[in-house]
């Protein structure tokens, strides 16, 4: 919903072309605010506002316009005062953004960044999407490890306008080796002792990535350690750049999103729900639902081998719905927990025996109880059987939620065993193997306990 509480005089500003009454508003706000309340003006009236803003406002407030606005500004606006605008935005946002614009208009603004900008673009470039390169950025708070704290202070002082972060100070080598960190804090805290070299402060056990891990590493050990930011390094341990928490909850969001598509039996969307086509929706959609269908069409086989059981005894066929629906939640169920347990780091592949011990174990007393309760249903239900052939009911259940239960738990460890993402095994993949596991055993059980079964068989 677009808020329109300073719309009308943002406008009229712009009409007389009010560069102070724009400058105030620019900065009368948090930078979110203001472009909240620039939701309604088109890409140019937006581009005219930030270029009255104070230029170390700019680029904040562009950072919270939607993408398609920021992505509209870059290719149609003057390419010099655009190439200014890029130069004071991190060079993770930057690299983000230059990906989505018309990569003709990308080499037209490249030339016109300093030298050092350019390169750290081009340079970020080259990572692979979803590495913590691609997320990082290069613009570090670092020191010298023969620096005093007095020095320290007042370089950080100095390196604090073009940096995103200070909250963390890494030490570094003439060579950008990566010896330590001091916190902003630390030096504050020391400013009595200024003389105090800063490496007899520094923190020296340093956890970090490297620049090709996964960001889903990278986002696992900024929430174990509660890190405001990690260091990214190469082979070498030279200081590549750091990870910030606001790109971390990016990166979990994004994850977070995925995981909730494929959970779903649908390929994740690159845009928003609405922005994507139709035909789009409906090729995501569809191929996991051909998928799913075909997994549907094996239970249908399986019952179609039955046939002649299901006519002869009819009953069966009334707890068919009630057995693969167990079977199906109770292996739903256990997907989820192991899902989630990877996904957040609680669980590793070296422990699946534990996880599959647990599961049996869950799968044995819950199976117990839905057992006993399907066992009431048969009594209740059924009047043309015996109390003993009335026990394929319980027995079936059992079995299924034992096998539902052991086999969700499973396959998301099978499926991250092979390099694959373990919400691909959701519930409703799951729901389809218990399905047509649930029909195997439920007709083995009955011809396995029904005498007139057993003749027909025979036969």
């Known amino acids: 919903m677009i808020n329109t509480l300073y719309l009308p005089e943002i406008r009229e500003m712009l009409v007389d072309r009010d560069s102070e009454g724009l400058r105030d508003f620019s900065g009368a706000l948090h930078p979110a605010r203001t472009a909240e309340f620039m939701e309604g003006l088109t890409a140019a009236e937006s581009w005219v506002v930030l270029r009255a803003a104070q230029p170390y406002l700019r680029a904040q407030i562009f950072g919270y316009f939607d993408e398609d606005r920021q992505i509209e500004i870059v290719q149609t606006c003057n390419r010099q005062e655009v190439s200014e605008l890029i130069t004071d935005m991190p060079a993770d946002d930057c690299v983000d953004l230059l990906e989505e614009v018309d990569p003709a208009v990308v080499e037209e603004i490249l030339p016109l960044l300093p030298v050092d900008d350019r390169r750290d673009i081009l340079r970020l470039r080259e990572y692979p999407e979803g590495t913590a390169g691609s997320v990082m950025t290069t613009e570090v708070a670092r020191l010298p490890e023969t620096m005093t704290v007095r020095d320290a202070l007042l370089e950080i002082g100095r390196q604090s306008q073009e940096l995103e972060t200070i909250y963390y100070i890494y030490i570094v080598d003439g060579e950008s080796h990566l010896r330590g960190l001091v916190s902003a804090r630390q030096l504050v805290a020391n400013l009595g002792k200024e003389d105090t070299c800063v490496a007899d402060l520094m923190e020296r056990d340093l956890v970090t990535v490297y620049g090709h891990d996964d960001q889903e590493v990278v986002a696992d050990k900024v929430a174990n350690y509660d890190f405001l930011a990690i260091p990214v390094v190469d082979n070498e341990q030279r200081l590549l750049g750091i990870v910030t928490h606001d790109d971390i909850i990016d990166v979990l969001l994004e994850e977070a999103e995925e995981d909730a598509y494929l959970a779903g039996a649908i390929n994740p969307l690159q845009e928003s729900y609405l922005e994507t086509p139709w035909y789009t929706l409906a090729w995501k959609r569809g191929l996991w639902l051909f998928i799913l269908s075909m997994a549907a069409l094996l239970t249908v086989i399986a019952l179609q081998g039955y046939e002649n059981v299901l006519k002869e005894v009819t009953w069966l066929a009334l707890f068919i719905p009630l057995i693969i629906s167990c079977g199906g939640n109770s292996g739903g169920q256990s997907a989820t927990l192991v899902i989630t347990s990877l996904t957040t780091g609680d669980l590793k592949l070296s422990e699946w025996r534990q996880v599959l011990w647990r599961e049996l174990i869950m799968g044995l007393a ?87 079964l057993q003749v027909l068989f025979a036969k």
């Open 366 to 452: 819950l199976g117990t109880g839905l057992a006993a309760l399907g066992y009431v249903f048969a009594v209740v239900l059924i009047t043309d059987a015996t109390s003993v052939q009335k026990l394929v009911i319980p027995i079936t259940l059992l079995l299924v939620v034992v096998t539902g239960t052991v086999c969700g738990g499973a396959l998301p460890l099978v499926f991250r065993r092979l390099g694959l993402d373990p919400a691909l095994m959701s519930n409703p993949f799951v729901a389809g193997i218990i399905d047509v596991a649930g029909i195997l055993i439920y007709m083995a059980v009955a011809v396995a306990m029904l005498d007139e």
